[in-house]
């Protein structure tokens, strides 16, 4: 889980300047390890503990790489001015479709698993 925590870390410090905060870490880190500590209170059963963390996995791999596309794309077109968001580093997966499209297919899996896990 605190792996999950830093990829979410590491890939939002991309989009902001200057060095990680020690508060941002620690942050991140809470974000990932918290959702199956507050379920295990509920819930004694280890498997469906980790079923659940599995969806914020979902959400880590999925929605936030989608989300952080679409919004670098729109701080690059505002603060460079630029027509093309196209960068050294960009390639098939980066192009304007498929922000939205992951964003789409990663909300639709994380919600289809989490009403299939409520309704067992």
């Keep these: 889980m605190l792996d999950m925590g830093n990829t979410q870390q590491n890939d939002i410090d991309c989009q902001s300047a200057g060095p990680p905060l020690r508060v941002k870490t620690v942050g991140f880190r809470l974000l990932a390890a918290v959702p199956p500590l507050v379920v295990a209170v509920f819930v004694r059963d280890l498997g469906r503990i980790s079923e659940y963390a599995g969806t914020v996995g979902i959400v880590i791999t999925l929605v936030f790489p989608a989300l952080l596309n679409l919004r670098s794309r729109t701080l690059m077109k505002e603060v460079f001015q630029l027509d093309s968001a ?31 896990l409520l309704m067992e």
Excluded: C
């Excluded at 390639?91 to 994380?110: H, T």
């Design 86 to 116: 196209r960068t050294y580093y960009s390639n098939e997966l980066s192009r304007k479709r498929y922000g939205p499209v992951n964003l789409i297919i990663g909300l639709g899996l994380f919600f289809y698993i989490l009403v299939n």
